[in-house]
């Protein structure tokens, strides 16, 4: 059984930030891409970071510069920092985990960020 556990997200003022974590389970966590994902309301859901297992990173243009994914495979968790939070940052973020057989998403945590 594969599970994603998302928490850290809130409600912060602009300029603010957060950390999110994604605990994982289920398998080897170590060699599966993981990533955050975000949908704000309307909207479709949008990739924000991607990290490998070799722990490249990929950022949507939006969040360069302000959020940093990172991984602990010991604690099988991936985080997410997001410093300088805008409005604009507001959604529901959730924690992607590619598998070579499939995709497994958790539940979602939601990050409010008033100007």
């Known amino acids: 059984q594969v599970w994603l556990v998302e928490s850290g997200g809130g409600l912060v003022q602009a300029g603010g930030s957060l950390r999110l974590s994604c605990a994982a389970s289920?398998?080897?966590?170590?060699?599966?891409?993981m990533g955050w994902y975000r949908q704000a309301p309307g909207k479709q859901r949008e990739l924000v970071a991607t990290?490998?297992?070799?722990?490249?990173?990929n950022y949507a243009d939006s969040v360069k510069g302000r959020f940093t994914i990172s991984r602990d495979n010991a604690k099988n968790t991936v985080y997410l920092q997001m410093n300088s939070l805008k409005p604009e940052d507001t959604a529901v973020y959730y924690c992607k985990r590619t598998t070579l057989l499939r995709d497994y998403w958790g539940q979602g945590t939601q990050v409010t960020v008033s100007s």
């Open positions: 990290i490998t297992s070799s722990g490249s990173t």
């Open positions: 289920g398998r080897i966590f170590s060699i599966d891409a």
